[in-house]
Structure formats: structure tokens, C-alpha cells
């Protein structure tokens, strides 16, 4: 069912196809290594062993749209009937005909359980579900709903679920693998010799940018107003962490005060209102330091808006005289944070060495966006449009799904050069122009980096820059970053160890699957030709030169020396 020439050949994707038929499976692959390419020929053979129809999920209304462009291309139905998509913008009273239009259906998490529930969708006939972003499918996220619906009504089901992200913890991998039914990790690494040669290599600056005296002037009575509530909580013995105040260290300190209440301790309810304005400082104070007066100005907006503003802490909290002074100092101001002009420069350089070059930059919040729009106008060449969510924050309106696939367009034609995106452009899309992403800031999830930075370099030589205050929090963000992200593919291997994996002989589901080059061969006797060709060399004897005579010899080591320091089991040696 694949169209002629659409899909290329490679045979890590062909050993990932045939092992995901076996049985369900969770698939982790790099960004940019074609997840999808595996997803459209797992649905090929499905439909074609098993009949019934496919059902593929994505988290977001864009990547729907996306998807549902990639397999219009990729796959021909038997029966001349396009796939078709089905989303929260089609009104429910549609979508019931809309589920038997196709054998081969992309949806959102969200119609897709609420159909079922209302019992619209029948799922019996579901011989295969993909889940794109499959990191969300833990809690009570709608995929992982989805997940359990399916394998509930399903007799025997079969789950491919695709990420580059799956989590650093062990824990969220196997509640993920746990949730969809999986029996079996797929995972391949960059490096290996099969990969390598198909991914663009990827250039990751971090640039430090110092935060302008005004800005932490504005800072320092927060920041005395914070040391003084947890000096009074460290003589109490609720705030115990050493160190620099930091956002764990308040939130045992309001688990201690939570237990002293318990016991009786009058004196601890104050603690816990103390403890509470000490986070909101927290996060204003890293609001001014890392992102700026836009991100804080929204912040406190928010604060009133929201539920919470009818709180009597919080009335008290934005009632206070400094809080005030600063409300006002920051409805007069515009944004003055070093990584505005950053971002200006960076762009202006990109754009004016590389005429057709497309730029990204990420932000956490919809004011910082708004902010950059605003300081790149004027900018020769540069044509830049906001992204962000459906929801309406801070006076500000959403996108509509059909807007946000519009301005998607708008980028990829060129029509615009510069995206300018909150969180909700960093999950699986694929802009294959964009050649520099900039994060405004660093962000702690490993999950979310590298979504972020799978936005470039999908194509051909990317590069990633990350804007860093200096002496914030963006310092231990990034390092947290890292930290997790060096952990991941530890986590991952673990938990694929304690699998059951069902019985699986080598190639045997790829007999539908043939490989046109200069001659048509099997598509197992191309993985095999690929596999021999990247088997590492050993050779027969040691062909290294003879030692300097000069250096001395290491004597004989101990046995305790061979484990080097930090490892815990196999996958580190």
C-alpha cells in the first residue's frame, strides 16, 4: 500500500517495522530519523494481514494536519478511499460519519475517547493504533484514556507507540510501556554507524548574556523579602536545605510545616503562609532574572485573574506596597532584558548572511513572545509571526487550530522567516527550513529540549542556540537539562530489560516489503547487506605502533580498577 518512491529505504526503519508487528512496542528514535516512515509502513502490512482500519493519534490539531499530508503521499488505500482526519474542530454531530469515511483514520486523543465514550467510535475493528508523542500516555493525559479504551474493546490488539523523548526516569518509561501495552522497547541511538549517515549533524551554542542592572535592582527587595521569611523558617527548623534558596528547598520546607500541623503546631500555619509568599517571590524574582519584565508583568496579571486571586494570601500578597510599586514601574516599561537584543542580533546575522534561512525561537510565555514580535519589526528581511496556543491567557487571544496550521504554512512557504513559538510548537513538527532555533530560555526537562531542538536540522546542518542569564536559574536549568538527558537512554534500556518480550524470529515480517535500487532485492536481504556492510572490523592481530620508550609502563592493575567510577550496570560500560 506505500506510493512508488516516497519512501526511502533504510534498513534501521525496516528492523523497527518488523519487530513492531510482532507485538506492541514503544519506538524511540532521534528526532529527525523518520518515526514516521516506520508508522506508515506499519500500517501498510497491518491492513494488508489483518483488514479492519488504522487509527493514528497526535497530540495537537497541527500535527494531526501534518500527519495527515505525510500519509496522503505515503499510503494508497485498496479500496481508492483517502485517509482523513478527525479533530475538535469538526462538530461532533459530523465526526459520526467521519469515522467509517476511511480505513485509515488521524485524530486527536481527545475526539477519540470522548466519541468512544459517547459511543460513536467502535474501536473492535482497530487493527492497529499509532501514538505519535507516546510520552504523553501516562496519568489521565486523553492519550493515555485512548490507550486504555483500545486495549479494553480490542481482542488482539497491537500498539506502535513513537518518540525521541520517552522520559529520564525509569518509572515514567514503564508506566508509558505499561499504559499502551507494550511488551517490547525498539530503541537506536545517533551514533551507530546504520543512523548516522542518514541525520544532519547538529550545532548546540549556549551564549550568556549579563541581566541589566536596572532589571536587578527591581529583583533585590524581592529578594530580601524572600531571605528574611526563610531565615525566620530556618530558626523554626522548617526550612532545612542549605544553600542558595531554591524551589525545593521551599517546597520541603512547606511539607515540613504540613506534618507540623498535624501534630498540633499552632505556629506552623503561619509557616505555611509565610513559605507559600516565599515561592510566589521565587518565581517573580527568576521571572525578572531570566526572562524579563514581560514575563513578569504577565505573571502577576495572572496571579489576579486566575482562582487563587480571590484567596486572601494572595489579595494580601499583591496588596503589598512593593508588589504595587512594582506592578506600576512594570506597566510603563518596555522590555529591557540583554536577550531581547540577543534574539535581534541573532536573527539579523542569520537572516543577512543566509537570505532564505528560517529561524524559530522559543519562549515560555505569550508576553515574551509579543515582546519579541515587537523588537524585530524594523529588521530588514525579517518577517516573523507568533505561534502559540487555542487557549485565550492574559487578555491575549488563542490561535484557532486552523489559524495555527495557516501560520505553519505561512513558514514553511517563506512567506515568514521567523516563528515565534511558546511550548506548543516544540512536539513533533516538521519544518524542514528551519535551519537555527533559539531558546529564549533554557528549559529543565530533558522532554522538552530535545523536542525543542528537534525543530532543526531535520534536513541539513541545524543549529541550536541557548540564551542564559547569567547567575539565574537558567544556569541550573541547563545543567538539569543535560543531567536528565544523559540519563534517559539508561532509564530506557532498564526498563527494556525487564520486559517480557514475546518470541520474535529475526526479518520474518518484512516478506511484503521489497527495496528497488538498481534491481529489486527483499527487504530482508537489504538489511542484512546493510548490516554487514556497518559491522565493525577486528582484525587478527594488534597493529598498534610500538610504545615511546620513554613513557613508563602501568604496572599490573588491581581488579577493583577495572569498573571505572560511576557505573552501575552494563549500559554504562
Partial sequence: MLSDGEIEARAYQLE??????????????????????????AIGESLNRNGGWALMIAPTVALVQQHLEGVLEAIE???GRKPVSVTGKDPPSKRESMWGASKLIVATPQVVRNDVERGVLDLSGCCLLVLDEVHHCTGSHAMAQVSDLYLSKVESPLILGATASPGSRPEDVREVCSRMGANRIHIRDAEEPMLSGYLSDLEVAEITVRVPQEIRDMAEPFRLWQSGIVDRQRRLGRYVMPGVVSYSGLSNAMDRSQVAISRGESSAYQSVSQIATAMRLHHLINCLLSQGTSASREYLDRMERDEDGTKKSVL??????????????????????????????????RIRREEGSRVIVFANYRDTVSSLDNALIGLEGVRSVQFVGQSSKGGREGLSPKKQVERLDSFRSGESNVLLATSIGEEGLDIPAADLVIFYEPVSSEIRTIQRRG????RRLGEVVVLIAEDTRDEGSMAAAKRREKGMQRAVHRVRRELPRTHHSDLS????????????????????????????????????GDVDPGVSRVGELEPKTFRPHGQSGLEDF
Avoid at 16 to 24: P, Y
Avoid at 516 to 539: C, G, Q
Fill in 509 to 544: 515480517n518484512l516478506g511484503s516489503f521489497t527495496v528497488l535500487d538498481d534491481a529489486e532485492i527483499t527487504a530482508s536481504e537489504f538489511v542484512k547487506s546493510e548490516r554487514e556492510r556497518n559491522r565493525l572490523e577486528i582484525t587478527e592481530e594488534d597493529l598498534t
Fill in 77 to 79: 488505500l485498496p479500496d
Fill in 316 to 349: 494580601s500578597f499583591l496588596r503589598d506596597p512593593r508588589i504595587r510599586e512594582l506592578r506600576g514601574a512594570l506597566s510603563e516599561m518596555s522590555e529591557s532584558h540583554s536577550k531581547m537584543g540577543a534574539v535581534r542580533r541573532l536573527v539579523r546575522e
Fill in 16 to 41: 523497527a517495522v518488523d519487530e513492531a508487528l510482532t507485538s506492541s512496542m514503544m519506538l524511540v528514535l532521534p528526532t529527525a530519523a523518520g518515526k514516521t516512515a516506520v508508522a506508515w509502513m
Fill in 455 to 458: 525543530r532543526t536540522g531535520r
